[in-house]
């Protein structure tokens, strides 16, 4: 979250998307997606994960919809 707050860091990334994991792993996925479109939205090597992730996280929200 340090690095998160601290802003443009190499590391910003890294840290929205693994925090991201993290929200997933306590069932916010509110708060996973958000951290997830911020990854994607900084166009880096976690983008594609990023992505990935919120398209999963689609298709399951359709399939419990």
């Known amino acids: 979250t340090k690095v ?3 802003g443009d860091t190499p590391y910003l990334e890294e840290a929205l998307f693994l925090r ?3 929200h997933l792993g306590v069932e916010d ?3 996973a997606v ?3 479109r911020a990854t ?3 166009e880096g090597d976690w ?5 990935d992730q919120l398209e ?3 298709a399951w929200s359709k399939a419990e919809g």
Do not use: H, K, N, Y
């Not at 983008?47 to 992505?51: D, F, G, Q, V």
């Open 47 to 51: 983008e594609s994960r990023a992505l």
């Open 40 to 42: 994607a939205e900084l």
């Open 56 to 58: 999963q996280l689609e």
């Open 20 to 22: 991201a994991q993290g």
């Open 29 to 31: 996925a509110a708060a």
């Open 4 to 6: 998160i707050e601290a």
């Open 34 to 36: 958000s951290d997830l």
